[in-house]
């Protein structure tokens, strides 16, 4: 009867969060005993978001997102709400992240007329998720403290705080941060929700032990671990794990540390941008290298690299990404234009995983080599010839192609461009005020800059263009089948990641910022020689005009801002 099929589906609603396996078994069997006339309209389209969350925890992303665009057309406004706020989910966990802020931008116009605190929880939930990726600190504070004032129910006001305590974290002074985390967690503790507690707790130890507070974060191990393992919920089991390993290398207790690490290592979730698996791969390294074991010590440490590339890359198109859908910045605009002309600079972002896939065994040779272990791993693919080639080719600090290399293929494409009379364009760039970094942190600081710089600008590039890296500070990029107004889009979208390295790791954080000149073949010809030349000649009036902005090719007048 109708009724029972709506208590159901109340029950369901609730049970998603508590129980996964029984949620899908009830779910199944209630689809299986009811047809489409004994169900009301609402309950039909709560049938379907519901079988959404279903498949999204089955990890069919394609189905899902068709069932949560067919609710959020059709249905009532707090089911479209809800069914909104699952699309931003399933785009953020598929990596699309254009459309996520797009969807973002959406959940945020409803926000503001919502009245109902549980429909304003699950719309900005989402929002506040994905604005702590992007360190949208300011605005993940407004949302919450509007939602504080429309709610007096203790659960909602625990997940509300509990999703912003890590922009607090890394907002507020320690002291401060850590007085609203015990508020916080004794309001979570008394509901009967233990998963928010147990996440807030999870990431207190990591900051715990950035203060070096080891012996307070295995106090949390301690006394909290068997929820954990009641839970069963990998980002839980490995964080819990990780952490408490982290905290025991501190203390320099290396058996027990290795246990838990290991332990750790078993339970590690899918989604490798978790602070968990970082964590994990830190302590596994760290031991790796006090046991002098040397195969785990490579191993463990490309797996390391690889999930420090994979967060900078996710990093990067999320940043990215926030600023196409916000509207606030006229990338926006560039990019429709983009997308007219069916350029690829800006679905960029789909090719990124893809592309670095291909690149990562290169980086991973070049970097984690170098510092670790030069031989075993040379040893172990090249031969000795190609090796030397590579060496000759390839800049050793970064892994892009080095002046000579760079030349060799920047011609080879040109002479393509030009039999397919197709446009070329080219991106110079220089570091600005390099030497002061140098000076004030070290040399290591300066290499780690210039790496991370390539890592930054990397992801936006597509593999036919060329990137080399031709002076100490001074980076080129060859954009074949481009125009200038295209490379200045990219340009500026490298600058933009460039000012998003996080360099927290140094006191005081610094800001890494570049001057960049543009010129492009109708301009200035297909010599590379002359190409470069003009290049040079907007890079030079950027530094001229203040360093840390793209000038384009010059014109009778000169170069200009662009
Ligand atoms: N750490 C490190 N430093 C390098 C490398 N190659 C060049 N440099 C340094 O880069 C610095 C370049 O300094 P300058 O040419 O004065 O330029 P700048 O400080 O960036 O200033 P502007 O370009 O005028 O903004 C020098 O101090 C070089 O020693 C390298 O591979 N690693």
Redesign the pocket.
């Known amino acids: 009867n109708v009724n029972s099929i709506s208590e159901q589906l109340r029950e369901l609603d609730e049970l998603r969060l508590k129980n996964r396996t029984e949620f899908t078994d009830r779910l199944a069997s209630l689809k299986a005993s009811t047809n489409d006339q004994q169900i009301s309209e609402h309950d039909k389209h709560k049938l379907s978001l519901l079988s959404a969350w279903d498949l999204v925890i089955k990890g069919d992303f394609n189905q899902a997102l068709q069932l949560a665009e067919g609710i959020e057309q059709r249905a009532d406004r707090q089911l479209a709400i809800r069914a909104s706020s699952l699309i931003v989910n399933i785009h953020t966990l598929s990596f699309k992240y254009i459309d996520a802020f797009a969807g973002v931008e959406k959940l945020l116009s409803y926000a503001v007329s919502i009245n109902d605190e549980h429909l304003y929880y699950q719309t900005i939930g989402q929002v506040i998720l994905l604005y702590s990726k992007i360190e949208r600190y300011e605005q993940i504070q407004q949302l919450i403290s509007h939602g504080l004032k429309i709610t007096r129910d203790t659960t909602l006001r625990c997940r509300l705080q509990a999703l912003g305590l890590q922009s607090l974290y890394h907002s507020v002074p320690f002291n401060e941060y850590q007085q609203t985390f015990n508020e916080i967690s004794e309001l979570c503790e008394a509901t009967t929700e233990a998963m928010f507690n147990l996440l807030i707790i999870r990431n207190h130890m990591f900051y715990l032990l950035e203060q070096q507070q080891a012996a307070a974060a295995l106090a949390f191990y301690q006394q909290y671990y068997s929820q954990v393992e009641q839970i069963n919920y990998p980002i839980l089991t490995a964080g819990f794990n990780a952490a408490a390993a982290e905290a025991l290398l501190q203390q320099g207790e290396l058996a027990a540390a290795s246990e838990l690490a290991q332990r750790a290592e078993q339970s590690l979730p899918g989604d490798r941008n978790d602070p968990a698996v970082l964590s994990t791969y830190r302590v596994l390294t760290l031991l790796a290298q006090a046991e002098r074991n040397f195969d785990n010590l490579l191993r463990y440490s490309e797996k390391r690299r690889d999930t420090e590339l994979a967060i900078a890359r996710e990093k990067a198109s999320q940043q990215l990404a926030y600023q196409l859908a916000s509207g606030e910045a006229r990338l926006k605009e560039q990019r429709i234009q983009l997308l007219d002309k069916d350029n690829e600079l800006l679905t960029l972002e789909r090719n990124l995983y893809q592309q670095q896939a291909e690149n990562r065994y290169l980086m991973l040779l070049l970097i984690g080599s170098l510092s670790l272990i030069l031989g075993l791993l040379t040893y172990r693919g090249l031969t000795r010839s190609k090796r030397y080639r590579k060496m000759a080719e390839f800049d050793q600090?970064t892994g892009i192609s080095n002046r000579y290399h760079f030349t060799e293929q920047a011609q080879r494409e040109i002479a393509h461009c030009i039999r397919a009379q197709r446009p070329v364009a080219l991106i110079l760039f220089?570091?600005?005020?390099?030497?002061?970094i140098?000076d004030r942190f070290g040399?290591a600081a300066?290499?780690w800059t210039?790496q991370q710089v390539v890592l930054s600008c990397r992801n936006f590039i597509r593999h036919s263009d060329i990137f080399g890296r031709i002076g100490?500070?001074e980076f080129v990029i060859l954009l074949t089948d481009c125009t200038a107004e295209q490379a200045v889009m990219l340009a500026d979208i490298c600058r933009t990641a460039l000012a998003d390295i996080d360099t927290s790791g140094y006191q005081p954080k610094f800001k890494v910022t570049a001057?960049f000149g543009i010129s492009d073949s109708q301009q200035a010809g297909y010599d590379l020689s002359a190409l470069l030349a003009a290049a040079d000649a907007a890079m030079y009036q950027a530094?001229q005009q203040g360093?840390n902005q793209v000038y384009c090719p010059a014109t009778a007048d000169g170069a200009r801002a662009c």
Request: hydrophobic letters at 20%; a negative charge.
């Open positions: 600090l220089d570091l600005d005020h390099f030497k002061q140098n040399h300066g290499d210039l100490g500070e001057s530094k360093r």
